[in-house]
C-alpha cells in the first residue's frame, strides 16, 4: 500500500513538473507577444489625431537623442516596445531640459513628456523596462500652468519646427532656384526632390512624407502627362481629402535623377546618414523640416520652414493669375478665405506698382 502511494505521489509530481515547466513556456510565449504587440494593441484603440500626435512626439525624442549622438539607427521607437528599455528617470529629465533650451513652448513639453511616459508604461507592461525605473520616471515632471506661463514670458523665443512662428518668410524667386540646386550626390538628389515638390506642388509637409512611388505612377491617356495622385491628411473626411497636380517640368527633372526605392507602396523620401547615405524609404515630417531649415540656412536664409516653401508656391501662382477656386484646389484648402488672401494681396501689391 505504501509503495502504491509513492507511486501515485511520484506520478503527481511529474505531472506537476511537467504543467509547470509547460507553463514556463507559455509564459514566456505570452510576453514575448506582449511585447511585440503592445504599442499596436495601444495604437488600434486611439483615433487617428492621437496617433499622427503621438507619433510626432516621438520624432521630438528620437531627435533628441541623434543630438546627443544616440545613434538610434534600426531602433523604431513608433512600433517596437524594447527601444523603451534605454530610457531612465535621469535621460528624461535631461530631455525636459533640452526642449526648454530649444524654445519649446512648455505646453508641448509637457505633452511630450507625457508621450514618452505613456511609451515606458507599455514597455514595463511587456518587459523591457525595470518597474523600479518606471516609477522614477513617473517623478520626473513638466511645468505647471503658472509655472510654464512665468518661464515663457521671460526666456528668449526660439523656433521649432513644429511650432508657428509670427512671421512667414517669403523666398525670393532666386532663393527658391537656389534651394532646388543641390548637389549631385545621392542625398542631394533626394533633397532636390524633397525641395522642389515643396516648391513647385506647395504640399503640405504631411502630404510629402507619406508620397509613394504609386503616387506619381499615373499618366493622362489624352495628354500623356504625369499626374501626381496623393492623399491630404489634414482635410481628410472632405471632398479635398485626395489632391491631383499635373508633374511639374522640374519636378520631373528631380525625380528622373533621383534613386527612389522601387516598390510601389514605398515612400519617395529615403532617409540618409550623417555621410549623406541614402537608407530605407521614409522620412519623417520633422526629419523634412529639419532638413529644409538647414538647407536654407546654407543659402543664408535661416529659420525657413516646409510651410514657407508653401507659401511660396501659393504667392508664384496668384501672381500667374489663378483664381481663387483653382487656388482652393491645388492646395487643398477648405476654406475660400485662405485662398483670397493671396490674390487680394497680388491685387494689391499691382496696386502699387501703378
Known amino acids: 500500500m505504501t509503495n502504491q502511494l509513492m507511486t501515485i505521489d511520484e506520478q503527481q509530481a511529474a505531472a506537476i513538473v511537467t504543467m509547470r515547466r509547460e507553463m514556463g513556456q507559455l509564459t514566456r510565449a505570452a510576453d514575448l507577444y506582449t511585447a511585440a504587440t503592445v504599442i499596436k494593441d495601444y495604437f488600434d484603440r486611439k483615433s487617428e489625431g492621437t496617433r499622427r500626435a503621438r507619433h510626432a512626439d516621438v520624432d521630438t525624442f528620437t531627435h533628441f537623442l541623434n543630438a546627443g549622438d544616440i545613434d538610434t539607427t534600426g531602433c523604431n521607437f513608433q512600433q517596437n516596445a524594447a527601444c523603451w528599455s534605454i530610457v531612465t528617470h535621469g535621460l528624461l529629465t535631461v530631455y525636459v531640459k533640452w526642449m526648454l533650451d530649444n524654445g519649446y513652448s512648455t505646453e508641448s513639453i509637457n505633452r511630450k513628456l507625457s508621450t514618452v511616459k505613456i511609451y515606458c508604461k507599455m514597455a514595463t507592461k511587456s518587459g523591457e523596462l525595470d518597474p523600479a525605473e518606471m516609477y522614477m520616471i513617473g517623478l520626473v515632471t513638466g511645468y505647471s500652468g503658472i509655472e510654464g506661463q512665468r518661464i515663457d514670458e521671460t526666456r528668449e523665443q526660439t523656433r521649432q519646427p513644429d511650432t508657428k512662428k509670427a512671421k512667414t518668410i517669403l523666398l525670393t524667386p532666386e532663393q527658391a532656384a537656389q534651394l532646388m540646386e543641390q548637389p549631385n550626390t545621392a542625398q542631394g538628389r533626394r533633397d532636390r526632390v524633397l525641395l522642389t515638390i515643396l516648391l513647385e506642388h506647395g504640399l503640405r509637409v504631411s502630404e510629402l512624407a507619406i508620397l509613394t512611388n504609386e503616387n506619381l505612377a499615373h499618366v493622362e491617356p489624352d495628354t500623356g502627362r504625369k499626374v501626381m495622385q496623393f492623399h491630404r491628411p489634414k482635410v481628410a473626411g472632405s471632398d479635398k481629402e485626395r489632391g491631383r497636380h499635373i508633374i511639374t517640368a522640374p519636378t520631373l527633372a528631380a525625380l528622373k535623377d533621383y534613386p527612389a526605392p522601387t516598390a510601389a507602396a514605398d515612400q519617395i523620401l529615403r532617409a540618409s546618414s550623417k555621410g549623406g547615405h541614402l537608407g530605407k524609404a521614409g522620412m519623417s515630417t520633422r526629419s523634412i523640416s529639419i532638413r529644409v531649415g538647414k538647407l536654407a540656412e546654407r543659402i543664408g536664409v535661416p529659420g525657413l520652414s516646409s510651410h514657407d516653401c508653401r507659401h511660396y508656391c501659393a504667392t508664384v ?37 501703378g
Open 317 to 353: 501662382m496668384s501672381r500667374k493669375g489663378y483664381s481663387v477656386a483653382e487656388l482652393m484646389e491645388w492646395f487643398g484648402w477648405t476654406n475660400p478665405r485662405t485662398a483670397m488672401r493671396y490674390v487680394e494681396a497680388q491685387e494689391q501689391s499691382e496696386r502699387y506698382k
